[in-house]
T-cell receptor, first 111, second 114 residues
């Protein structure tokens, strides 16, 4: 079965600094990987995905993610964090027709 | 227009009652889902429904039953509610056949069982 792991429950970063939210995956075959963001009392919003092609994927709100096959990682990145980026971030992997979600990482951007 | 909508947004009820949550998507997607998010924010798939094929997560109690009147709707019925059913329930949809696979989520229904 496919799975993802988010090793950090909480990430704190100063406004304007680069941010990274980590995700590692375990799949059989080629992975379909996704990042979602959840703001308080809201549903999940799709940020970006990797299916195939370029290892650096660009998504919404200036986020990007790098697919690294040798390290089985799909870390989410942004060059300059905004206070408004503070939210809960989920990595996910396609599992049959469903998505298997990681446990989430709470990102706090400190002004 | 809201792509995936759910009603109600909040639902407070007593143990033993039966309740329903409605979900509608206007994206023309062929697959719909129900997820449960617990108090620790863990997200767990409950059901997926594609072209009249229902796939059930085996850990979901049979008190939960999805009902799809048409492709755009997937409602969730819960019988004999228990305290442990308190959670936020999210509906989602995606296009599987020839599609991009990412799922779009509704705003959630916060269920509180007292």
């Amino acid at each position: 079965a496919q799975s993802v792991a988010q090793p950090e429950d909480q990430v704190n970063v100063a406004e304007g600094n680069p941010l990274t939210v980590k995700c590692t995956y375990s799949v059989s075959g080629n992975p379909y990987l996704f990042w979602y963001v959840q703001y308080p009392n809201r549903g999940l919003q799709f940020l970006l995905k990797y299916i195939t092609g370029d290892n650096l994927v660009k998504g919404s709100y200036g986020f990007e993610a790098e697919f690294n096959k040798s390290q089985t990682s799909f870390h989410l990145k942004k060059p300059s964090a905004l206070v408004s980026d503070s939210a809960l971030y989920f990595c996910a992997v396609k599992n049959a027709n469903n998505l298997f979600f990681g446990t989430g990482t709470r990102l706090t951007v400190i002004p | 227009d809201t792509a995936v909508s759910q009603t109600p947004k909040y639902l407070v009820t007593q143990m033993g009652n039966d309740k329903s949550i409605k979900c509608e998507q206007n994206l023309g997607h062929d697959t719909m889902y129900w997820y449960k998010q617990d108090s620790k924010k863990f997200l767990k798939i409950m059901f997926s429904y594609n072209n009249k094929e229902l796939i059930i997560n085996e850990t979901v109690p049979n008190r939960f039953s999805p009902k799809s009147p048409d492709k755009a709707h997937l409602n969730l019925h819960i019988n004999s509610l228990e305290l442990g059913d308190s959670a936020v329930y999210f509906c989602a949809s995606s296009q599987i056949r020839g599609g991009a696979h990412e799922q779009y989520f509704g705003p959630g229904t916060r269920l509180t069982v007292t």
